[in-house]
T-cell receptor, first 109, second 114 residues
Framework: EDKVVQSPLSLVVHEGDTVTLNCSYE??????LLWYKQEKKAPTFLFML????IEKKSGRLSSILDKKELFSILNITATQTGDSAVYLC?????????FGQGTRLTINP | EAQVTQNPRYLITVTGKKLTVTCSQN?????MSWYRQDPGLGLRQIYY???????DKGDVPEGYKVSRKEKRNFPLILESPSPNQTSLYFC?????????????FGPGTRLTVT
């Protein structure tokens, strides 16, 4: 059975800290790993990773995929209160997307 | 503006009363999908469609039906809703074939079945 597991499930840090969110996956016919940010509405796309070892960056956010060990990490540096959200990772199989439970990140000022 | 729309956004209904949640996308995407989101369980796929007249079950299809008669529309039908279908529902469409690539999500429909 396909599964995606995220850790930690919840994280509280202070503004300015750096955080690392983890995602491990077991997805049949794996194609890519996607990260989404969800505030009080629909998920919004952050990254899609298809190749091992190649870091993707967008501002203070970055992510990398390890296809040998079947995991991905999402890093956020110099966190801001606006980064507070649930972060979802999802493994893309041949025809469907399997989501993890999400990590709820809270940034305190 | 490229978007996925869903209606209604909020719905309270009673057990057994048939309902339809509409989903429409204006991006000419072939792949569309329905998810439900429940606390602690993340997003779970209900049904997906790779193209017009092509639909398939996701991980939690029981109690739901879908149809894909046109490329832009993918309605979710609950023939006889039950309280365990109370959830937040998202429709999504994808840039890639077979669902590969970024999925664009609709705003969500919060359904309560009493």
């Amino acid at each position: 059975e396909d599964k995606v597991v995220q850790s930690p499930l919840s994280l509280v840090v202070h503004e300015g800290d750096t955080v690392t969110l983890n995602c491990s996956y077991e997805v049949t016919n794996f194609r890519s790993l996607l990260w989404y940010k969800q505030e009080k509405k629909a998920p919004t796309f952050l990254f899609m990773l298809t190749s091992s070892g190649i870091e993707k960056k967008s501002g203070r956010l970055s992510s990398i995929l390890d296809k040998k060990e079947l995991f991905s990490i999402l890093n956020i540096t110099a966190t801001q209160t606006g980064d507070s959200a649930v972060y979802l990772c999802a493994g893309q199989g041949a025809q469907k997307l399997v989501f993890g439970q999400g990590t709820r990140l809270t940034i305190n000022p | 503006e490229a978007q996925v729309t869903q209606n209604p956004r909020y719905l309270i209904t009673v057990t057994g009363k048939k309902l339809t949640v509409t989903c429409s996308q204006n991006m000419n995407h072939e792949y569309m999908s329905w998810y439900r989101q429940d606390p602690g369980l993340g997003l779970r796929q209900i049904y997906y469609s790779m193209n017009v007249e092509v639909t398939d079950k996701g991980d939690v299809p029981e109690g739901y039906k879908v149809s894909r008669k046109e490329k832009r529309n993918f309605p979710l039908i609950l023939e006889s809703p039950s309280p365990n279908q109370t959830s937040l529902y998202f429709c999504a469409s994808s840039t890639g074939t077979s669902g590969r690539g970024e999925q664009y999500f609709g705003p969500g429909t919060r359904l309560t079945v009493t």
